[in-house]
């Protein structure tokens, strides 16, 4: 188990380390709670491109969901943690339900594309709520209180609950596949003709995963609501969903923990080009080619195959 | 005479003005090999893709342990006891010969919505797989990625994975397509063994095989059954000889 995941699991430990290790100011923690959050988001969505062989492009929308359920509460002036979250869950577990019911009919390409599209509506939908700011977004001006305190203030205490959230992502997501359940969907995802021989229908178990990895998108979208102050509608742009996508290729889709590494060199690397010049884009789109084609297992792969 | 376990009614297929199944009755008797031959064309492998579930017939009916199972779906044939093997090696090839049979296993035990234990340190689905390899002599090749194993083995394995869902009816499409001698040799020796436990439903072109395997077989031309008899019976039907076996005899 260590020796397997010792880059994770270091990953997770410099995070954990870090704020004690003087990374503490709000430029560095904020840097740093997006990409654990997004590399929660990109972990559930490898999750069900990795194990499910489901690779949406609509990931960012559930993400979206589970944000705009904090805003819709904190224009009723709810705030409360005990509410918000599990209100975002179910939401953002219900529009997976939903979108999937119909996307998982379909495969390959005519599943990316509707899952894009059910995204685009999202998106179109969020855009013209005028009530909760429309296309210029929603300022929460508190962030969500833990049992009426306000915990998530606190940026130490933000950071340690958000990397939490992701180390039980990570841990939540292997456990499932390595169950029964998670067979049926690797089995499902190499060879469906083989797992219906057998006497399983694929649908069911794929739109569970669906649903469970929209859920934890939504937990991931009240973290990033709470962590920028702020929502608008390009949470759930499909840029933002192919950003997710990315992170997960460039981690390499063969391993969960892949997104996790994704995530951390995407969003550092964004950063740092973004830096040095405005026109980081340029080199940022000619970099991520270059990273796929070079590497085909992912960043993942490469500590794979020189670690064993 | 016990009740036939597999039964077709009268089956027909169109495909546009082309009868592909056209009207084929017969059945397959508890604990017999009943064998279907017939040349390219004759519409085997839509008669299996009926049976299995893969295509629906256009009408007749099909009854399995006295229960019609027409317009039933794939996976529910395969819960009522029906497990086939396919013509082009179906397997799952990133997983270890042992996981692709204990998968088979846990679609026979209970519910497969279980999301917490690792399926892997199941000791109940692992005993049954391990039986299962060890039936058709893959015991110790049991850790090995099902996509590294030889054609022959990979034939053997997904017998295995039938085997491993107690079905009451295996139905194998070619199981000899595409193995050399030895392993001809070696898998009609595994199916001759299993013929004395399972009943089976033969599509296969070897006819030295399905001569050494069969109780019975029935012979498909043009979508129609022309007859169905023993060995003795189909080797002398001289109708047989003329559609069919005249050219592989020549």
Request: include cysteine; aromatic fraction near 6%; hydrophobic fraction near 55%.
């Amino acid at each position: 188990m260590i020796r397997r995941n010792w880059l994770p699991l270091a990953v997770l430990a410099a995070l954990a380390l870090a704020p004690v290790a003087g990374f503490a100011s709000s430029y560095e923690t904020t840097l740093m709670a997006r990409i654990m959050i997004l590399a929660m988001a990109a972990v559930s969505l490898s999750f069900l491109v990795g194990g499910a062989g489901l690779a949406s492009l609509g990931h960012a929308a559930a993400v979206g969901v589970g944000a705009y359920a904090v805003v819709v509460l904190d224009a009723q002036g709810v705030t409360e943690a005990a509410i918000v979250l599990p209100v975002a869950i179910v939401a953002a577990a219900l529009f997976s339900l939903l979108t999937g019911a119909i996307a998982i009919r379909t495969s390959g390409v005519h599943f990316i594309m509707i899952t894009l599209a059910f995204g685009q509506m999202a998106f179109f939908t969020a855009s013209s709520l005028s009530a909760y700011g429309g296309d210029d977004g929603y300022t929460l001006y508190s962030r969500t209180e833990v049992a009426g305190a306000r915990l998530l203030e606190n940026r130490l205490a933000f950071h340690y609950i958000v990397l939490g959230a992701l180390a039980l992502t990570w841990a939540v997501c292997a456990m499932l596949l390595a169950s029964r359940f998670g067979r049926v969907l690797r089995a499902a995802r190499e060879n469906a003709q083989r797992v219906e021989a057998i006497g399983l229908a694929p649908y069911p178990f794929r739109l569970t995963a669906y649903v469970i990895a929209g859920a934890i998108a939504g937990v991931a979208g009240v973290l990033l609501a709470n962590a920028t102050e702020f929502v608008s509608p390009a949470i759930l742009s499909w840029q933002r969903s192919g950003e997710l996508l990315f992170m997960v290729i460039l981690g390499g889709i063969g391993r969960l923990w892949g997104a996790m590494l994704g995530a951390v060199v995407f969003v550092l690397l964004e950063t740092w080009l973004a830096e040095i010049t405005p026109h980081w884009r340029m080199i940022f789109g000619p970099l991520l080619v270059i990273a796929v084609l070079t590497m085909r297992n992912g960043l993942s792969g490469l500590v794979h195959r020189r670690h064993g | 005479m016990a009740e036939p376990l597999l039964r077709l009614t009268g089956l027909r297929k169109h495909y546009g003005g082309l009868a592909v199944t056209d009207g084929v009755s017969l059945d397959v008797r508890p604990g017999e090999i009943h064998a279907v031959i017939g040349p390219n064309g004759a519409g085997k492998t839509t008669l299996i893709h009926e049976i299995t579930g893969v295509v629906l017939p256009d009408s007749g009916r099909i009854d399995f342990a006295g229960r019609d199972i027409t317009r039933l779906s794939l996976p529910r044939r395969a819960r009522a006891g029906l497990a086939r093997s396919f013509q082009i090696t179906s397997i799952v090839a990133g997983f270890s010969a042992l996981e692709n049979v204990a998968l088979a296993a846990q679609a026979r035990d209970g519910s497969s919505f279980r999301f917490f234990r690792p399926a892997a340190s199941e000791r109940a689905l692992n005993d049954a797989a391990m039986a299962a390899l060890g039936e058709v002599g893959l015991g110790d090749r049991a850790a090995v990625p099902a996509g590294a194993l030889s054609h022959g083995e990979k034939r053997a394995l997904e017998l295995a994975i039938a085997l491993a869902t107690q079905p009451r009816l295996l139905l194998l499409d070619e199981p000899l397509a595409g193995a050399g001698p030895e392993e001809t040799e070696r898998l009609v020796a595994l199916l001759t063994r299993l013929k004395a436990r399972y009943t089976i439903l033969l599509v296969e072109h070897d006819m030295q095989a399905v001569f050494a395997l069969a109780d019975r077989i029935s012979v498909l031309v043009y979508g129609r059954v022309i007859a169905t008899g023993s060995v003795a019976e189909i080797r002398g039907n001289a109708e047989v000889r003329a559609a069919y076996l005249g050219e592989d005899d020549a």
